[in-house]
């Protein structure tokens, strides 16, 4: 199914973000057997939007907690079967070192207690020349989301938390949303 298609069938709440998302996921162009994680599955839009591009994903959040039925939604639309989760801590998550081609935070990052950790997580289960790609709300995103859910938090910028990692990032901006790129450049110290 194509993204038109699943944007008919899943509404405007899906929709809304689905373009950027799928616009980044294409730009990274990742070869189509890549080991892509999915962090703080949530209502499962970023695993949809990896899985409608073609790729295999593991998505995962703290415990056994669901947001939403995605597994509904991911039916509809024909993914289920790409999309694997497990229940994980961004902060200590269960995988080996140079474990994935890429990773993938869409609004979660700003729910993180410990946004060091996590970075520092995130880091080290990416493959050297890995893609960490965090997509946060802009303060005008945050403005609208507030007009839902009105104790919403402020506009989080990953580079204030990623200072120490001598990392480079990318930034690709929106009016709702910014994407940010880093690229793992430097091999994981055994
Ligand atoms: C707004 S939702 C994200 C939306 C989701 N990415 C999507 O595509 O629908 C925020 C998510 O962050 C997750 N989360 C919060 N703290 C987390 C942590 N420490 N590690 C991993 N996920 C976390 C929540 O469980 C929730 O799934």
């Not at 639309?77 to 890429?102: H, Q, R, Y």
């Not at 802009?138 to 919403?152: F, P, Q």
């Amino acid at each position: 199914m194509n993204l038109e298609q699943a944007k008919k069938i899943l509404g405007e709440e899906f929709s809304r973000d689905a373009d950027f998302l799928s616009s980044i996921v294409q730009k990274l162009g990742l070869p189509i057997n890549s080991k892509v994680l999915d962090v703080g599955t949530g209502r499962a839009h970023m695993a949809m939007i990896l899985a409608l591009n073609g790729y295999k994903v593991m998505t995962g959040q703290p415990g056994d907690v669901y947001w939403a039925d995605w597994r509904v939604s991911a039916k509809k639309v024909g993914v289920e079967e790409m999309i694997t989760f497990k229940p994980f801590n961004a902060e200590k998550l269960p995988f080996n070192e140079d474990s994935f081609d890429a990773i993938f935070l869409y609004t979660t990052f700003h729910h993180i207690d410990n946004k060091e950790y996590a970075f520092n997580e995130l880091m080290r289960v990416l493959k050297y020349k890995g893609i960490l790609t965090i997509i946060e709300l802009t303060d005008n995103g945050v403005e609208l989301v507030r007009e839902r859910y009105r104790g919403h938090p402020d506009a989080v910028d990953p580079r204030d938390y990623s200072k120490n990692l001598d990392l480079e990032v990318e930034v690709i901006e929106s009016r709702h949303l910014n994407g940010y790129l880093y690229k793992k450049r430097l091999k994981h110290k055994k």
